[in-house]
């Protein structure tokens, strides 16, 4: 009989998530300033997704018929919510005009300073192999990028044009020539920029939008100084510090994502944006920058595709989206030693 009663409460448990998980499906068209608990259910929602796929699995071996609510969640999820959980069934696409789009948060290449001078000597040496391998593109888009990373880009790389306005942490690197560009007025601080250029490729023009939006911190006030040698670490107290200002920054961040909109529709041109956003696929910012774009992690990434060391699952909040006239040909996710991002490359067919 008590064994009765304890699968009754884990059946409960398990509906009562289910209907969470579905009010969460709110999140991407809900304003945070409207209701900031639905835009945390957003953040949230990979956890949700786990757990109701463990219920379900339970259910299968235990009692098969309870198993029904879960895989239809699941199930319902996946075909909606594309973005938020993919299979990589797309084979390589051949193309003839592939362009190939990097988007990495350096975070200022902090790690490397921290080590000794032997282990420091090693770690120059790996990241110049990364930015080698990784980041001679037609397109890479840094973020937190500070003196030593930018002469990691500039003395491993030859012949490079960029853009990157002095004092800011956000830069664009192409080997083509650029024809236009400018900053958006999106940020508070140094590290939180956005700029655009236009790029003349095969004799079209592109124009190429690089984002570092609004971080979520402990406290609201402006950072004046950025520390650019100190590692970040976040703590129990921080992460109560950046939940209590959630709202605050991601009504911040819903702002800049509607400047970046308003200002690539109005180009008149075919238009990428790409960078951290600082939000998942389940929120509203990424609702707004998606509407019209192809997401290039869709049907080429796997997995939740996480772009940022956490312990929370799906933390895919490096983007790189691409006007819906492309073709994609590739996506990758490269975990490095270097950031708390990884790097992001995809390749698209113009």
């Known amino acids: ?57 339970l259910w299968l071996f235990v009692r098969p018929r309870r198993a029904i609510g879960s895989f239809v969640f699941i199930l319902v999820s996946l075909v909606v919510f594309p973005q938020v959980f993919t299979f990589n069934v797309a084979t390589l696409d051949l193309c003839d ?7 990495y948060n350096m975070q200022f290449t902090s790690s490397v300073l921290s080590l000794n001078s032997v282990a420091r000597t090693r770690g120059n040496v790996d990241m110049s192999h990364l930015v080698k391998e990784y980041m001679d593109v037609d397109v890479l888009c840094v973020q937190e990028m500070g003196e030593r990373s930018k002469d990691f880009i500039l003395d491993n790389i030859d012949a490079l044009n960029y853009y990157n306005i002095n004092g800011t942490t956000v830069a664009i690197f192409t080997p083509h ?25 095969c004799g079209d023009t592109l124009r190429i939008y690089n984002t570092h939006m609004e971080s979520n911190r402990s406290e609201i006030g ?27 920054f991601t009504t911040e961040r819903c702002h800049q994502a509607k400047v970046i909109k308003n200002h690539a529709n109005r180009s ?44 929370i699952p799906g933390m895919r909040i490096d983007q790189i989206l691409v006007d819906s ?21 995809a390749v698209i067919c113009l």
């Not at 005009?97 to 988007?103: G, I, K, N």
């Open 177 to 201: 020539e650029i024809v236009g560009q400018g900053r958006l007025d999106i940020g508070s601080n140094k590290a939180n920029v956005g700029i655009w250029i236009d790029v003349l490729i």
């Open 325 to 345: 006239h492309f073709r994609v040909c590739s996506y990758e996710v490269v975990p490095n030693d270097f950031s708390d991002h990884h790097l992001v490359k």
């Open 222 to 248: 402006t950072p004046v100084v950025i520390d650019q040698n100190i590692q970040e670490h976040i703590g129990i107290m921080e992460y109560v510090g950046i939940l209590g200002n959630y709202k605050y």
């Open 1 to 57: 009989m008590k064994n009765c009663h304890v699968w009754k409460w884990i059946y409960f448990v398990n509906i009562v998530l289910i209907c969470i998980g579905f009010l969460a499906y709110l999140s991407p068209y809900t304003a945070p300033e409207r209701s900031i608990a639905i835009t945390i259910l957003g953040l949230v929602f990979p956890i949700m997704f786990l757990l109701i796929l463990g219920f379900g699995l």
């Open 268 to 311: 008149g041109k075919r238009y990428i944006v790409a960078g951290d956003t600082n939000d998942t696929p389940m929120s509203r910012i990424y609702n707004i920058l998606s509407d019209g774009m192809t997401d290039t992690w869709i049907g080429y990434g796997s997995g939740f595709g996480s772009t940022h060391d956490s312990w």
């Open 97 to 103: 005009r592939p362009l190939t789009v990097v988007t």
